[in-house]
């Protein structure tokens, strides 16, 4: 009786229809989780804008102000500005013409790093109109 109870098979008795869904529903998962993934990658596509630095202003302010900024962990930070910082750069579209985007930096040492005709990648300053 030893023997026969060693080989023995368990077969669990699932419908074919219990199957079936379970593997439909790991496909449309997967199908989301590609989806997904291929259309998080047009934003940044999108916003890879570069062109040519086509003029430098600096505008003084009357009187130097004090900026605080808080970042995303919570600490507060605060320094001095003199002015703003503004760049217009000309970027090419798709159709062939160029778009003048205004960019406002926040530091001197950036500003002072490019002159008008040098290469910028506008995209982690630019924020779309709408």
């Known amino acids: 009786m030893d023997t026969n109870s060693s080989s023995r098979v368990f077969k669990p008795k699932l419908p074919a229809r219990v199957i079936v869904?379970?593997?439909l529903i790991g496909l449309c998962v997967a199908a989301f989780i590609v989806i997904a993934v291929w259309q998080s990658g047009i934003g940044i596509t999108a916003a890879r804008m570069s062109g040519v630095i086509v003029s430098k202003e600096f505008r003084p302010?009357?009187?130097?102000?004090r900026e605080i900024t808080l970042n995303r962990h919570g600490s507060v930070t605060s320094r001095s500005v003199?002015?703003?910082y503004i760049l217009t750069v000309e970027v090419p579209q798709k159709d062939g013409s160029k778009k003048a985007v205004t960019v406002w930096l926040n530091d001197?040492?950036?500003f002072d790093a490019v002159k008008v005709g040098d290469p910028f990648d506008v995209g982690p300053y630019y924020v779309?109109?709408?």
């Open 21 to 23: 869904s379970a593997v």
């Open 61 to 65: 302010l009357a009187q130097a102000e």
């Open 82 to 84: 003199d002015g703003d």
């Open 108 to 110: 001197k040492a950036r």
């Open 128 to 130: 779309p109109s709408k």
